[in-house]
């Protein structure tokens, strides 16, 4: 003999698969287009706090540069540099590279890791990253280039 289902439990059953499938596509769409924002120290291999040296590119005069290894002036740049967050790019891709740069490496005895900040994107590492909550300003790396002894 076949039992007939309760109208009250089709309702219940059925509002428990709606409710669970828009959750799923909730925590999908969260985790798919959430934005992965990382710190610099999260995108380097080399250590932010035991870095002891940063050469850096002149954005005017091609193939020159300067190096520091004053704590003090590498926690400068280091802390401008954080004051960002910095995303992956999808397929590592840039939407646009300008046609000069300044190149920043920073070293942590004897490895180091490049940076070839734009304003809106980073290449970092040899990875593309969009910057977040802010942009890399190129006034303020030409100051601090300039601020650095020879």
Sequence with gaps: ??????????????????????F????FALILFYPNELRLEDTLTVSLEDADKVIISDLEEKGTYKTT?????????????DHVTY???????TGYVPSRAIIIYIFEQGEHNFIVPYEN????AYNVYRVNKGI???QFLAEFY???NE
Excluded: C
């Design 146 to 148: 300039d601020s650095l």
């Design 69 to 81: 290894t004053d704590p003090q002036k590498i926690k400068e740049l280091v802390q401008y540099l």
């Design 136 to 138: 890399i300003d190129n």
């Design 87 to 93: 995303t992956p790019a999808r397929g590592h891709e």
């Design 24 to 27: 799923l596509i909730g925590l």
């Design 1 to 22: 003999m076949i039992q007939k289902q309760d109208p009250a439990n089709k309702k219940v059953i059925y509002f428990l698969v709606v409710t669970s499938i828009v």
């Design 121 to 124: 994107e980073a290449i970092i």
